[in-house]
């Protein structure tokens, strides 16, 4: 994926409402804008817009049947994009685990040096 799709793609899927349109069309299969409105608490004209956003990352597409316009969930698109959270996710571990090796690290560091001198009958000079 380009810089700009992965752009395009953590936008679509950072809004909350994006991700319950996401949802229905995910559960209920090729869905107009009409039928979704009348699922979520927001406009058609604001379903709309989600859904332009939500083509022009990739995640659902658009085909026409009769005069109803209808949009479908795109799997593939939507695999790459649960691969890349589960690569993120990944990385952030083991970005914490360093983190928390590093601090371990610190912390018996200083704590070794906080600790009385059993030479010099347990007192700290």
Known sequence: MTAQADDELWSAIADPSRRRVLDLLVSN????ASWLAGRVPFSRQAVSKHLVVLERAGLVSRRKQGREV???VEADRLG???RAM???AAQ?????A????LAE????????KRSPNPT???RQS
Request: hydrophobic share 40%; net charge positive.
């Open 29 to 32: 299969g090729d869905l107009s």
């Open 70 to 72: 209808l949009y479908r």
């Open 80 to 82: 790459q994009a649960a």
């Open 86 to 88: 589960t690569d993120l």
């Open 92 to 96: 952030w571990d083991r970005r914490l």
């Open 98 to 101: 360093a983190i928390k090796r």
């Open 105 to 112: 690290a610190a912390h018996a560091e200083a704590k070794k």
């Open 120 to 122: 010099r009958g347990g």
